[in-house]
Every structure is written in C-alpha cells, then in structure tokens.
C-alpha cells in the first residue's frame, strides 16, 4: 500500500464523497475556531490535509477528482514514533517543510528522525500522539518540495495554552537549537486543524 498526503488550500473535499475510493481516507480541516498557538508561513492559508491509504497511487484521479481548487500532493512514507490516541475532539498541530539546501539527504534525516524526534515528548509533554511522514515524490506539478509533514495530536484545552502546550524553557530552547539540522525557521508551515475520522 502507498500513503498520499495532499494539502488543499480553497476547499475541503466532502468525506462521504471519498468513501470506497480508497483502503482510507482521512480529512482532517482547518480549525478556525480556536487558538492557533503556532502559526507559522503558509499556515494561515491552508483548509485541509487529506490522507489517503491506496493499494497503489496510479489510482489517485478518482480521490483527486474530489477536489476543488488547489491542491498540493505528495507520496510519503509514514512513520508513527508515538500511537495517536483513539480519543475524539483532538486537535491536530500539521507542520510541513523543506529539506534545506546546505543539508544532504543522510544529514537531513539524522537531524530530523535521530535528532529532534526523541526530544519531541520533552517539548510536547501532553502530546496525545505523533505521526511523521517523509516525502518519497511530488505527485502534483508545480507544488512545492516538501520533504517533511508532521502531525501531533492534542486535546484542545492543552493546545491553547501555551503553558500546557510546551515543556520547560530548557526543552523549548533544546529544540531551537537542533532546528538548523533538519530545517530552516522561515521555511516552516504550521497550523491547528481539527482531527478527521478515517473512512
């Protein structure tokens, strides 16, 4: 199976319309109702991330057909170092980047898988769960080459307050420092989108 995440900046697709043209489809929407703790680049832009599960991606027209607008998608490969909880309600912190053009391929994930992630549950201490998928290919025609598109999980109360949402000063400043080796600080995307039902 091959997992396709697409980014959709002018309108979220109808779930039920995507039911059965997949193993699974999640679509999970921009949550504008709440506060968006970090919003970085293209975060305040973004309206939906969909994540669809396909015995193989030549079948993608039927799930893009359901679209409106545009659209970024992306052929990844997933990776789940922390299980999301079954819990409903969560919240969904989705950040999106690049590989930096000083950094190979071997320090780019060094620096992101080896590096940051085990750090991640100092800095996101009620974190409810964390979903790390790497960009293996583009799929869409002039989107742009992102290498790295995260989801955390959060109930929301502790999304909205920065003082539950993050660990010590300590954890906050470890992971400003080990930022420069998987990423730039001005090419992160960030925003709070609500946790969709898979189908």
Known sequence: ME??????????????ALAGLARSVTVSVAAADVTATLLMGKGSDLVALV???LDSLDT???VEACFSGRYDGYLV??????????ATGLLTHLSWFPKPAR????????GWHDGHTPTTAALHPLRVGYVRDAVARVLT??????????????EAADYEDPRRL?????????????????GDVGDMSCRPLWRGTPT
């Open 3 to 16: 997992k396709l995440d697409y980014l959709l900046w002018d309108a979220a697709p109808d779930p039920a």
């Open 51 to 53: 994540e669809v599960w």
């Open 60 to 62: 993608r027209a039927s």
């Open 77 to 86: 490969t997933e990776s789940v170092p922390q299980s999301p909880s079954a």
């Open 103 to 110: 950094l190979t391929d071997e320090e780019f994930y060094r």
């Open 141 to 154: 025609p002039g989107s742009p080459p992102v290498r790295g598109i995260v989801s955390e999980y959060f």
């Open 166 to 182: 993050f660990g010590s000063k300590e954890a906050v400043q470890a992971a400003m420092d080990e930022l420069p080796s998987y």
